[in-house]
C-alpha cells in the first residue's frame, strides 16, 4: 500500500475551473507570476500566460486577478477528536476546518478516546472518512499499546490495515529503551515516527513555560530543557539505530540547537513548528487567559525568534497546527485547570501571512513551501501547481482582512488563540484531491459562469 | 474600584488611601459596640474554597463590623463539591444579588475569571500561588503604623518563595511603595525570572543585617521534604530560619501566618518586641473593612470616609447618601 492510499476522503465529482489572471506562487515549480490554470476533470490541463486559456464547455471561470493560487497546504499534526470526543470536533468538521484554511492533506493523531491502536480502529476511520471527509486524511496509530509506553503497538498490522504512521502525541516515550524498539521496529512496519518530546519528570505540574511570566504569575513552569533533552536523546538514538523520526511542535531555542546537533551525523530528523509558537510568547498569558495554555507552551521572545531563524532556513520542516479543539468548558476555568491546545487550521496560513510575510521577516514563497512540506514527513509528494497534477490549489486573497472567528468557525470548537484578531489575507477556495473541497460563502460575486 | 484581583491594580496612592481609611476604621473597633451601618443592607459572599482561618474569619467580621449580609460558603459540602461548575455557583450567587464576592480559590486566576461572569464586585482572597492583594495591603498598613513610611526600607522576604503568593504580591506593594525588596531562600524555592519582578535574589542570609524588615514565609513540611525541594527540615532551618542570633534588635520581624514554630521563624521571635505579627492579624481586620469599603462604594478619594452613625440609629443610612465628611469622630 502506498503512502497515497493512506490517505481517505470523500469521492465528489472532479473539479472544472478556470482560474484567469490568477498570480500563482509556486516555490518548487519556481513559479511566481500570473497565469491562467485551467483544472479538468481534477487534473490542471493548462497553465497558460494570463488572459490567453480558452475555457472549454462545463468549465466554471473564475476571475481571480490578485489572488494567489498556492500548491495547497498539509498538516501532519491535527486532533480530529474521533473516536470519542465528538463534541469537540469530528472528521467532518474538522476536515472542513482544515478546507477553508487552504489543506488539502491532514494527518490526525491518535489520542482519542480509546486511543487508536487497533488494525479495526484504522479500518472504521477509514470507512468513516468516505463519508465525511472534505479533504484527504491519514490517521496515525498509537506508537505504544494503549499509550501506555510499556510494549509497542502491533505496528505490521496498523501499517498493513492503512495507518499512515505512529505517534502517542500527547504524551512523550518515557523510556529510552522503548524508543529504541520503535526505531528498531520501524525498519519492518515502515510509517514515519511522530514525536512529543517532553521530559514528564521537567515538566511536573507546569502550566505555561518557565521563565519571568510564570514566576510572576506564580505558575508552575515548563522549562524549555523539558523538551530538548528528550529530542536530543531520541536524535542519538535515532543516530544509533538508523531510524527516522519526527519531532512534533518545536517550541524552544534549545531544541533548534539540540535538532542541529542530531542531524550532523546525517540522521533522517525533521521537525514541525506551529503557527502560534512563531508568532505569540509567554507574555500572553500574563492575561491569565486559558486560550494561550498549550503543550508545549508559548515560550520567551528568544525562543520564537530561534523558532523563526530556523524555519526561514529550514532546519525546522513544515508548519504544523497541532490543531487541537476543545469544548468550551475545559477552556472557562482557572488556567491551572484548563485544558492544553488551540485550534489552528482555519488561521494558520493568514496569521502566519499578516505575522511574518507581510514584515518581511519571511518570504511568501519560503512560507508556502513550509505549509506543504509536511507531506513530505509523512512520505507523500507536496502539492505542486503543474502540468498534468492532480489539483491541490489554495486560492488566497492577500488584500482581505477578517476578524478571527467573527462569524464563526467551521470547527466544532471555538479556542482559537488568534481569535478575536485581524488577520491578513484569507483562503477563499481550496482544491483538495482534484475536488473543489471549500469555497467561501462570499466568494461566490467573483464567479462568472 | 471595581475589584480587588491583583496588587498590581492599586498605585501608590490607592495603597495610601485604603490604608489611610483603614486607620479611621480601627476606631471602631474601640467602642463598645463595634459595628456601623456603612454597609447596611449589602450582601457579602465568602466564597473560601481552599482552607483558611484567619483570612475568612477577617473578612467575615469585617463585612460584619460595616454592617452588610454576609454568606459565608466554603467547597466542602457545597454543590462544588458535587462537580458543580464554578460559573454555575456564581451565576448562583449573583441571582441573590450578591455586591461583592470574596474569593479563595487553590488555582491561579480565578478571581479574574469569577469578575468577568459576576455582576459583583471580586475581592482576590488569595488564588493559587498568584495573588494575595489584601495580605499585601494589610503588610503595608502595618509597616506604616511602625515605620511610618516604606520609602527607602529594606525589606527582605524569606523562605518558600516559589510556591507563595503573598511573596508575589508582597513584592509588588513593597516597591510600589518605594521599599527596596529581597528574596532570600534555598535555590530550589526561588522561582526562576522572579527578578523581573525588580527585586533582589539572594540564596544565602549572609547580607541580612542591611534589612528593616524581615519576612519569613511559611514552610510547608509536606511540600519540602515530600517534594525533596530541600534535603531535609534540618539543613533549612540551619541555613534560613529567622533567629534571634540573626536578627538585630532593631530589624523588624512578620509572618503571614499560620506560624510553624520553630521552623522558617525561631519560636521566641513570635512574641518578641520587634515581631510584627500581632499587629499584623490587627491591621488584616481593618484593612479588609476598607476594601470592602472601597468596591461597594466604588470609592475613589479619601473625603468618602463614613460619618459615624449612632449605634441604635433607627434612620437607614445608605452610603450614597453620605456627604463627603471628616474623619470618623466620636460616636454619638
Known amino acids: ?449 | 474600584m471595581r475589584h480587588l484581583l491583583d496588587i498590581a491594580d492599586l498605585d501608590r496612592n490607592d495603597i495610601e488611601r485604603i490604608c489611610e481609611r483603614a486607620r479611621s476604621f480601627a476606631e471602631i473597633g474601640g467602642r463598645e459596640i463595634k459595628k456601623v451601618p456603612t454597609l447596611r443592607g449589602r450582601t457579602v459572599v465568602s466564597l473560601f474554597l481552599e482552607a483558611s482561618t484567619r483570612t475568612s474569619s477577617s473578612f467575615e467580621l469585617a463585612a460584619k463590623r460595616l454592617s452588610a449580609d454576609v454568606i459565608s460558603l466554603k467547597a466542602t459540602g457545597s454543590s462544588l463539591d458535587k462537580g458543580e461548575s464554578l460559573r454555575d455557583t456564581i451565576s448562583t450567587l449573583t441571582a441573590y444579588g450578591a455586591e461583592a464576592i470574596i474569593l479563595r480559590h487553590p488555582q491561579a486566576g480565578a478571581a479574574r475569571l469569577v469578575a468577568e461572569w459576576a455582576e459583583a464586585a471580586v475581592i482576590n482572597a488569595g488564588d493559587g500561588k498568584h495573588q494575595h492583594p489584601t495580605q499585601a495591603l494589610l503588610d503595608v498598613h502595618t509597616l506604616q503604623n511602625r515605620l511610618g513610611s516604606l520609602e527607602g526600607r529594606s525589606i527582605w522576604i524569606v523562605g518558600d518563595v516559589l510556591h507563595s503568593r503573598v511573596a508575589r504580591s508582597n513584592i509588588g506593594a513593597f516597591l510600589t511603595m518605594g521599599a527596596s525588596v529581597t528574596v532570600c531562600g534555598p535555590p530550589t524555592l526561588l522561582p526562576r525570572g522572579i527578578e523581573a519582578l525588580g527585586c533582589r535574589v539572594e540564596s544565602s542570609l549572609d547580607g541580612l543585617g542591611e534589612a528593616d524588615v524581615v519576612y519569613a514565609l511559611r514552610i510547608q513540611n509536606e511540600r519540602m521534604v515530600d517534594a525533596a525541594l530541600v534535603p531535609s527540615l534540618r539543613e533549612y532551618i540551619d541555613g534560613y530560619q529567622i533567629t534571634p542570633r540573626r536578627l538585630g534588635p532593631r530589624q523588624l520581624v512578620m509572618h503571614p501566618g499560620p506560624v510553624n514554630r520553630g521552623v522558617e521563624l525561631a519560636s521566641e521571635l513570635v512574641g518578641a518586641p520587634n515581631s510584627l505579627i500581632a499587629a499584623q492579624v490587627a491591621s488584616g481586620l481593618v484593612v479588609r473593612m476598607a476594601v470592602l469599603y472601597e468596591v461597594l462604594t466604588r470609592a475613589g478619594g479619601l473625603s468618602a470616609v463614613p460619618e459615624p452613625t449612632p449605634p441604635r440609629s433607627t434612620t437607614p443610612t445608605t452610603v450614597r447618601s453620605l456627604t463627603p465628611a471628616s474623619p470618623i469622630g466620636d460616636p454619638a
Not at chain 1, 496560513?349 to 511574518?356: C, D, I, R, T, V
Not at chain 1, 481550496?430 to 462570499?442: D, K, L, P, S, W
Request: with cysteine.
Open chain 1, 1 to 449: 500500500m502506498s503512502e497515497a492510499e493512506r490517505m481517505v476522503g470523500r469521492d465528489l465529482s472532479p473539479a472544472s475551473l478556470l482560474l484567469r489572471r490568477v498570480s500563482v506562487l509556486d516555490p518548487r515549480e519556481r513559479i511566481d507570476a500570473p497565469h491562467d490554470i485551467l483544472i479538468e476533470g481534477g487534473e490542471i490541463s493548462a497553465i497558460a500566460p494570463p488572459g490567453e486559456a480558452e475555457r472549454p464547455d462545463g468549465v466554471e471561470l473564475i476571475e481571480a486577478e490578485g489572488l494567489l493560487a498556492l500548491p495547497a497546504f498539509f498538516d501532519p499534526h491535527v486532533h480530529l477528536r474521533s473516536p470519542g470526543q465528538e463534541h469537540k470536533e469530528d472528521l467532518e468538521t474538522g476536515t472542513r476546518a482544515a478546507a477553508a484554511g487552504g489543506y488539502c492533506g491532514i494527518v490526525a493523531m491518535a489520542n482519542t478516546t480509546p486511543p487508536i491502536d487497533t488494525p479495526e480502529a484504522i479500518t472504521a476511520l477509514h470507512q468513516k472518512a468516505r463519508r465525511l471527509a472534505s479533504i484527504p486524511v491519514g490517521f496515525v496509530a498509537t506508537l505504544t499499546d494503549g499509550m501506555r509506553g510499556e510494549r509497542l503497538s502491533e505496528m505490521v498490522a496498523l501499517r498493513s490495515a492503512g495507518a499512515i504512521g505512529f505517534s502517542d502525541d500527547g504524551l512523550p516515550i518515557r523510556s529510552a529503551e522503548m524508543m529504541r524498539r520503535a526505531i528498531q521496529y520501524q525498519r519492518l512496519s515502515g510509517g514515519f515516527i511522530s514525536l512529543h518530546e517532553e521530559d514528564p519528570e521537567l515538566s511536573g505540574l507546569g502550566v505555561i513555560h518557565e521563565g519571568e511570566v510564570s514566576a510572576a504569575l506564580g505558575l508552575a513552569g515548563i522549562p524549555s530543557i523539558s523538551e530538548s533533552t528528550i529530542l536530543a536523546r531520541d536524535a542519538a538514538i535515532a543516530r544509533y539505530e538508523g531510524g527516522r523520526l519526527n519531532f512534533q511542535h518545536l517550541s524552544a531555542a534549545a531544541s533548534v540547537e539540540a535538532l542541529e546537533v542530531g542531524r550532523a551525523g546525517g540522521v533522517e530528523l525533521s521537525a514541525e513548528v506551529t503557527p502560534h509558537h512563531l508568532l505569540l510568547t509567554d507574555q500572553e498569558l500574563r492575561s491569565l487567559d486559558a486560550r494561550f495554555k498549550m503543550n508545549p507552551p508559548l515560550r520567551a521572545e528568544n525562543d520564537r525568534q530561534a523558532l523563526i531563524a530556523a524555519l526561514r532556513s529550514g532546519t525546522i520542516d513544515c508548519v504544523a497546527t497541532d490543531h487541537a479543539p476543545h469544548h468550551a468548558d475545559e477552556k472557562e476555568v482557572p488556567i491551572e485547570a484548563a485544558a492544553m491546545g488551540t485550534t489552528g487550521l482555519e488561521t494558520a496560513f493568514s496569521a502566519l501571512f499578516g505575522g511574518l510575510v507581510e514584515p518581511g521577516i519571511i518570504s511568501a514563497a519560503t512560507l508556502v513551501e513550509r505549509m506543504s512540506a509536511g507531506a513530505s514527513i509523512v512520505g507523500l509528494e507536496p502539492a505542486r501547481i503543474a502540468l498534468g497534477r492532480r489539483a491541490e490549489i489554495a486560492l488566497f486573497d492577500p488584500k482581505a482582512s477578517w476578524v478571527a472567528g467573527a462569524d464563526g468557525w467551521e470547527s466544532r470548537s471555538a479556542n482559537s488563540c488568534f481569535g478575536g484578531r485581524t488577520l491578513r489575507g484569507r483562503v477563499m477556495m481550496t482544491v483538495a484531491a482534484g475536488q473543489i473541497a471549500f469555497r467561501r460563502r462570499n466568494f461566490a460575486i467573483r464567479i462568472a459562469r
